[in-house]
């Protein structure tokens, strides 16, 4: 195999996964070790640099990060990245003196944000110090978009949602809430010198099946009851209740029900229980609070008896894959299952609306009706006119809008400056020895063995009889410490010195995994059966050394290191550092 270049930022991609696999590419592993460190005030301000809005993403984040971790390699559960997000948020002291500065004298240009969701709030909060006059426009009387109409308050406080679009918001912003943009042309019309499109999906798919008008007002599309309860139009609901959909909304709706009244709360998905699109822990908060779920039901009419809903039927089915893992959904023969519903909540997908977009703008759409949008640049067949978070790509979640928002900013900083939009500035790259003596590391190198700490939870009982009360309670600081410890510190790698080496064997000797050897190269396929331990998985490349003295090569398996630091303890002659790598996205400007 070719020898691998730990300079490059492409080796570190492949270790330290948590980062990249961040849409914002928040630096994890950093960010944990404040928080062992108890400094939660850092903690909070390096999330803040890259995910905007820590407080919310601990307590409602996908974790994309999760899966990544290197943890979940050599245990079940990963460290638990989400809420020690939290953990820094609910912990920090006030920072807002560490807040960026609005210049004193503006650069003189103007942009528009449609929408106050995180995808605009991140343009704005990445654009306002560099000089620009931002107005924010958004139908409802508050920022936050779908965090605020989408998200449960039991979820996400609204003194948590207020406080973090408050840190943006206060940054000059110029805000016109209460204001429904009927008209992009009017927008173009007031001279700004940007516009950029943060709407996200705001129109829910209903469900038309036999039975529907007459169901009338007993079916509600999912995210609008969800804003309708948000913003307090909504305080009840029927008794028995049936939710049609598998992913968060759907997870949203059931559990709000319970809060307003349903007692008997069912979720019917098409698709077999493995195969649901909801977040894990969103379906196992649902059943904890008695919620069942009824896999592989295929909706067939909304039932009417005396003008009234009664509930809906269903066909059973069973999913058959073929050859290339296509799944079909089939009948079962089973005879139809009637369940009975006061109300049904339809959360089966949300899909975007732009009919204020006049087609005489130059902005075009695809034959879904979704805006044209280059993926680098956020740009729009209107120059002038940029895309982000669910309005540009379709529904993802809050950090993807984040990271969008990030990109967006950086290009129409560019078409402001007057240059292209592809020359984008490259992110911040660096290696830094962590070595402090012969023997000791400015970095916690201790490798413990707990298993995933489990988050508080509030009593059911009283969750289940107020709609705002937080279910989850987040880590008290012994045990975020203790969690914090489980971290592997992905980004400390070893980094190897050919030219220093005497190949005395002694890493090898001390390794805790057997991930070193010293042998003779060979292909990639051949080699890695030769390691100490063999090395199986196939996704995470091997570290290979420069040719040796004797022809050997040095290989270590970077699925099982544990960043423990001793074969640079034990090395007598330092060809083994540990060495941070520091990773940090572009912004604008």
Known sequence: MKPTDTKNPEYFHKVVDCQYACPAHTPVPE?????????????????????????????????PCEPACRRGR???????????????????????????????????????LIGGGPASLTVARDLAPLGYEIHLYDEHAAGGGMMRSQIPSFRLPDDVLNEEVGYILDMGIHTHFNTYVSSMNEILEKGYDAVFVGTGAPRGRDLILPGREEAGKNVHVGIEWLASVAFEHTHKIGKKVIVLGGGNTAMDCCRTSRRLGG?????????????????????EDAMHEDIPIFENHVPKTYVIENGKLAGMTFEKVKAVYDEQGKRSLIPSGEPEVFIEADDVLVAVGQQNSFPWIEKDTGVDFDQWGMPLVDALTHQSTNQRVFFGGDAAFGPKNVITAVAHGHQAAISIDLY??????????APFTNLVSKKMGIHEWSYDNDVVNDQRFIVPQAEKKAALSDRKLEVELGFDIQTAIKEAHRCLNCDVQTVFEKDKCIECDACVDICPTSCITFTVNGEEDDLRTRLKAPALNITQDLYVSDTLPTQRVMVKDEDVCLHCGLCAERCPTSAWDMQQYLYKVTKAG
């Open 31 to 63: 960010y944990i070790r404040l928080i062992s460190a108890g400094k939660y005030t850092e903690a909070y301000m390096i999330n803040w640099e890259s995910n905007v809005f820590p407080g919310v993403l601990g307590r409602t984040c996908d974790r």
């Open 74 to 112: 050599i245990e079940e559960e990963p460290v638990a990245i989400c809420r020690l997000k939290r953990v820094a948020a609910d912990n920090k002291d006030d920072v807002r003196a560490f807040m960026p500065g609005i210049p004193s004298e503006m650069n003189g240009k103007r942009i528009a």
């Open 263 to 283: 007692e008997e709360v069912k979720v019917v998905v098409r698709s077999p229980f493995a195969e649901m699109k909801a977040s894990p822990w969103e379906i």
């Open 416 to 425: 402001c400056r007057g240059e292209a939009l592809t020359a984008r500035p």
